[in-house]
């Protein structure tokens, strides 16, 4: 099992940056695909990065590319989401999620374990 904790989330003007971490406990993180998703209000979760085990291979939603980066640290068992230029269209609250399966993929039914969410808020 893995256990994930988001930290980095708050407030920030339009065009402002923040760096998001998601800290994993467990023996398989090492080894498990990780994904960022999102949630606004009154809107489902959505996906919005995601980064294979061994950093090969990443994905974004389009609304996020060139301008979010996904990493990851599996000597320090966490993973980034650094976002710039934000959008007030970004303001939502994040998830770190660990993939299921061995292959990456962006459906948020083929992620496992979640962690309780940061909120990013952008103002206009």
């Known amino acids: 099992q893995v256990q994930l904790v988001e930290s980095g989330g708050g407030l920030v003007q339009t065009g402002g940056s923040l760096r998001l971490s998601c800290a994993a406990s467990?023996?398989?993180?090492?080894?498990?695909?990780m994904g960022w998703f999102r949630q606004a209000p009154g809107k489902e979760r959505e996906f919005v990065a995601a980064i294979n085990y061994n950093s090969l291979t990443t994905y974004y939603t389009n609304s996020v590319k060139g301008r979010f980066t996904i990493s990851r640290d599996n000597a320090e068992n966490t993973v980034y989401l650094q976002m710039n230029s934000l959008k007030p269209d970004d303001t939502a609250v994040y998830y770190c999620a660990a993939h299921k399966f061995a292959i990456l993929t962006t459906n948020v039914n083929d992620y496992g374990y979640w962690g309780q969410g940061t909120q990013v808020t952008v103002s206009s």
């Open positions: 467990g023996r398989t993180f090492s080894s498990s695909n």
